[in-house]
């Protein structure tokens, strides 16, 4: 076995030149400078060789030399701890050696002891604070790749979050990051066919953790973007969120997000009017708290475009009224560039 550090500012400008030379910078550097490309590999590949090659020209076989060293793997313990390591740090987040040791009731000297050899080159130790460790994968990317191949169906994925989320311990900052990074909704929309299997995680989570109020906004994003999802019930979690968290400016946008969209939803032109004023009024109050900012401004483009699509369906509206709306957004277009 040949082992490949980091690599250097040396190594990372031949090797960038040797991909510019061939044309295989691959989707993601193609359209970037030169120097551009070296602060990816600097930042976002960790300078390893592999996980910036396969990054960059997205080449099939690495994920199959990725998936193999997993298979690997023995004892079986060893294995699924790599699993549930790989399935938090595909996120970003180290994952907490306590929480490894509640999930599988192993302490750190005994994972020294029994799984330091089946793991040594594919699981890194980290001290945060010096005295938290941490346990991550190489890189994120392999972490990706052996999560998406190791759990390739929805049953064995409810299986690891349900096992996961019941041994978190968010008053720990690593533990809190995971735990939002596992609920996001957007991410459960996408991983579970079935909306069932995302309801029953998020029962459990507020088993586990309570109505925390970032669990709730996110519940409610899941029936905002799920497929026929309740938004009514949505706004209900939404304004509970926002009793609990009244200083969160991201609970009130994601509120002012689904009172658009319901307005999008009915038919008769008050209820539309009433519901984007709702939708306005909110993002005013975060604007008049705590300043504009992109997300805002946004979605107040977003609700004027939906005004003008209404103006352009109705046949009995003048050209003088819609040349005002689209001038309206044209200046905030304006505004916010």
Known sequence: IHTLPYLGESEMEALISILEKNDCLGPNLTPKTHKERMIEFKKSYGRQLLV????????????DIIYDEYASIYPQQAKDIYLTICTLNRMRVPVRVGLISRIYDVSFSDFKKNFFNPLEKIVLTISSDGYDKHFTARH?????????????????????YIRILGKLNISYESDKASFRSLIRAKTLDKLFPDFKDVNSIYEHALEVIGEDPYLLQQIANFERVRESGN??????????????????QSIIHTLAVVWREKASNVEDTT??????GESRALLQNIQDKWGKNSYITSELIMLALDGLEELLNDDSVSARTIDESIRDIEKLLVEAK
């Open 140 to 160: 994120p990317e392999i972490a990706e790749i052996v999560f998406q191949r190791a759990l390739d169906n929805h049953i064995d994925r409810f299986n690891e």
């Open 271 to 276: 209820s539309k009017n009433k519901y984007r």
């Open 52 to 63: 910036a090659l396969y990054e960059t020209t997205m080449g099939q076989p690495f994920s």
């Open 231 to 248: 938004l009514d019930k949505a706004l209900s979690l939404l304004e509970l969120a926002r009793e609990k968290a009244p200083y969160d």
